[in-house]
């Protein structure tokens, strides 16, 4: 377990998380803590809980019993839009981009947020230009693509319109769900770096300002991908947290511990009685 003092403010901190979809429990007594600053991967096979547990963390899913705080508010108590895009976004799978629509149009997206419904729908419709989501662009390197419309860029290109959105939109933490399952090896490389980078350089608005680091917590299905990008694994097995350790500390048999068993998927809950 990686050691925080316990004054300072997690950037998430669940306790006792269970969630259910119907009679399958997804996850089951989850408790973890993650400072700002740190970097985590969630590894484990297909079905123990990843996208889930992402998802309560983003306070998409309620969760059925426990706790879920981020940046020391709990998600119970906020109201979804301006509040919780402040504190904490999420790029998911499918990456929720207009393709019909320009580069510069979806990274401003990512102010929603901030703007209000109304003038987010105005700089969707007119061409209102922004610092922020220009550098946010220039940081991906998609500066010369920034009028192209995003359903003629490339799926790695269209992963860092997404990461250029994360940006502008500059929550306190970063979530990514599988951000580099599309990609071919050595672009998966290049955009968990850039991940990376983009996570822990946050530059304050005005010069000599600091602003709190970013946390991210990324799910990632390569193992050997995970332990050269992230600070901290947390390996997730049936919904439970198999293990959570440094990178450096990881060892093989820890991987074919998580990815060999037989138990992988949860499973619906025992009947009540018996054995
Ligand atoms: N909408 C749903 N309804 C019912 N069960 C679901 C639903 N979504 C997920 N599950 C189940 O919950 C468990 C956890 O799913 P989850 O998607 O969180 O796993 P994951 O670790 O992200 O898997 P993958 O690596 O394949 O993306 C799985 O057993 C899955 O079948
Ligand atoms: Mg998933």
Wanted: hydrophobic letters at 45%; one cysteine or more; charged letters at 25%.
């Amino acid at each position: 377990m990686t050691d925080t003092p316990s004054s300072e403010i997690a950037a998430c901190s669940l306790v006792d998380v269970d969630y259910r979809y119907g009679d399958t429990i997804a996850l089951r007594c989850v408790s973890l803590r993650v400072a700002p600053g740190e970097s985590v991967a969630l590894i484990g096979p297909s079905g123990a809980g990843k996208t889930t547990l992402l998802r309560v963390i983003a306070g998409l899913f309620q969760p059925s019993a426990g706790a879920v705080e981020v940046m020391g508010r709990s998600l119970a108590g906020l109201r979804p839009g301006r509040e919780l895009a402040g504190l904490v976004g999420m790029m998911q799978q499918q990456l929720d981009l207009v393709l019909q629509l320009a580069v510069k149009h979806n990274v401003q997206a990512g102010y929603l947020g901030r703007w209000g419904t109304l003038r987010s729908l105005a700089a969707l419709a007119f061409p209102i230009e922004s610092t922020g989501a220009r550098n946010a662009i220039r940081r991906v390197g998609l500066e010369d693509r920034i009028a192209t419309r995003v359903g003629r860029l490339s799926g790695g290109e269209q992963q860092r319109v997404a990461l250029a959105r994360l940006l502008v939109q500059d929550p306190d933490l970063v979530l990514a769900d599988e951000p580099v399952s599309a990609l071919d090896p050595a672009l998966a490389d290049d955009l968990l770096a850039l991940l990376r980078d983009l996570v822990s350089d946050r530059p304050g608005e005005r010069p000599g300002e600091s602003m709190a680091p970013r946390a991210l917590i990324a799910s990632v299905h390569q193992p050997e991908l995970a332990l050269r990008h992230f600070d901290r694994i947390i390996a997730m097995r049936s919904g439970q947290i198999a293990f959570d350790k440094p990178a450096d500390d990881v060892t093989e048999k820890d991987l074919d511990l998580v990815y060999s068993l037989v138990a992988r998927a949860p499973t619906p809950e025992p009947a009540a009685a018996g054995q």
